[in-house]
């Protein structure tokens, strides 16, 4: 009789425990399941940080290449007896000094406009920059803390 008893509280232990693992097996997909969910809405985020900078870098590239190219254009006028030329005889088809004064009106209105424009680039650079910043920032504190709860 007492080994019958021994024998059902055996029983009764290993189903608890069997119980137990079963649980913990649970909670232990869960925890692979939100970590996985988490991984890639990680990934997605990453990646589409990525392609910001990475067109961001494109369009750097860009504006750079056509600010030396604005460059060139602004030390080659200054250089070249070829443009120089070209400018004074652009200048002696003017017949009065009112279409001096209106060519001289455009360039002026071209120039600031160029000038304006210059200075929204610079300030959506800043902006880009400051916000990729965040971005980095961002994804290396999500790492860390992914990493601190694994």
């Given at each position: 009789?007492?080994?019958?008893?021994?024998?059902?509280?055996?029983?009764?232990?290993?189903?608890?425990?069997?119980?137990?693992?079963?649980?913990?097996?649970?909670?232990?997909?869960?925890?692979?399941?939100?970590?996985?969910?988490?991984?890639?809405?990680?990934?997605?985020?990453?990646?589409?940080r990525r392609t910001d900078?990475?067109?961001?870098?494109?369009?750097?590239?860009?504006?750079?290449?056509?600010?030396?190219?604005?460059?060139?254009?602004?030390?080659?006028?200054?250089?070249?007896?070829?443009?120089?030329a070209a400018i004074k005889?652009?200048?002696?088809?003017?017949?009065?000094?009112?279409?001096?004064?209106?060519?001289?009106?455009?360039?002026?209105?071209?120039?600031?406009?160029?000038?304006?424009?210059?200075?929204?680039?610079?300030?959506?650079?800043?902006?880009?920059?400051?916000?990729?910043?965040?971005?980095?920032?961002?994804?290396?504190?999500?790492?860390?803390?992914?990493?601190?709860?694994?």
């Amino acid at each position: 009789m007492n080994q019958e008893l021994l024998t059902q509280q055996w029983l009764a232990e290993i189903q608890t425990l069997k119980q137990q693992l079963a649980e913990v097996q649970k909670e232990r997909d869960a925890g692979w399941e939100s970590a996985e969910k988490w991984r890639k809405l990680y990934n997605t985020e990453s990646e589409q940080r990525r392609t910001d900078a990475q067109l961001s870098q494109q369009a750097i590239a860009s504006l750079k290449t056509e600010l030396e190219k604005l460059r060139g254009i602004e030390k080659g006028l200054l250089d070249d007896t070829t443009l120089d030329a070209a400018i004074k005889q652009e200048i002696a088809l003017l017949t009065s000094v009112e279409e001096l004064q209106a060519k001289l009106i455009t360039i002026i209105q071209e120039r600031d406009h160029l000038k304006q424009a210059l200075k929204t680039e610079q300030e959506n650079h800043e902006q880009t920059r400051k916000s990729l910043t965040t971005a980095l920032g961002d994804a290396i504190d999500r790492l860390t803390q992914q990493r601190e709860e694994t």
